[in-house]
């Protein structure tokens, strides 16, 4: 074989694969689609030890109060999962289908569903798992290393977060709401919870990583 007809051997045989693995991406996108429906409606019970304020005072405490209980909806998790373990074109088109099956087909998003959703202050954290997959998929093209890893989280979740604010401010100066409602607002969907949801996408982008290796061993 000439050196010349060694790269067009090449791209002819990522074309055969791409075909090949066509029906295999559609199962994949659907599946972790339909990931995403499921972790909008669940809610783990994420217990840990922390020092309560009362313990600094000397109060007599409970060992009960030195658990604390959070309910986790693990959704941004999963979408880190998704970017991690479809990359960024794949892992986008599932979102993309999530998001137009919510407007327009059935109500999979946690407060319903409709055109109107658009107008829910929790819609900016919807839309933002798109620049999240995209930049999150970007970083890990390079490789699966703690340091991508890392890099991959922080940037995706923060990126969920700010888009979901601003957002929020967007929707809420068209109906005129006030700052506390804003303000209490904001620390419900973006207050403790942006901790959980750096340590749970940190655990969910590396089980993408072995996930994705099994897989392609398998097929």
Not at 42 to 71: A, M
Not at 89 to 112: E, H, M, Q
Not at 120 to 128: H, R, V
Not at 149 to 159: D, E, M, R, S
Request: glycine share 8%; hydrophobic share 55%; with cysteine.
């Amino acid at each position: 074989m000439t050196a010349d007809a060694k790269p067009r051997v090449r791209v002819i045989k990522k074309q055969i694969e791409g075909i090949r693995l066509s029906f295999g991406s559609i199962l994949l996108m659907l599946c972790a689609t339909f990931m995403l429906i499921l972790s909008t409606f669940v809610q783990v019970n994420v217990s840990h030890f922390i020092l309560p304020s009362g313990f600094f005072s000397g109060e007599n405490l409970l060992l009960s109060d030195f658990i604390h209980t959070y309910k986790l909806i693990p959704q941004i998790p999963v979408v880190m999962f998704i970017g991690a373990f479809l990359g960024r074109k794949y892992g986008i088109t599932s979102i993309l289908l999530y998001i137009l099956l919510g407007l327009f087909v059935i109500p999979v998003f946690a407060l319903g569903g409709g055109p109107r959703y658009i107008f829910e202050y929790s819609f900016g954290y919807i839309l933002a798992y798109i620049p999240a997959v995209f930049f999150a998929g970007s970083i890990l093209k390079s490789g699966y290393t703690n340091r991508n890893i890392a890099q991959a989280v922080l940037v995706g979740v923060l990126t969920i977060h700010l888009v979901g604010i601003l957002y929020m401010f967007f929707i809420a100066s068209l109906k005129h709401e006030g700052w506390e409602f804003i303000r209490t607002w904001i620390v419900a969907q973006s207050g403790i919870k942006i901790v959980y949801d750096f340590v749970f996408s940190f655990i969910a982008v590396f089980i993408a990583k072995y996930a994705k290796i099994i897989l392609w061993f398998y097929m």
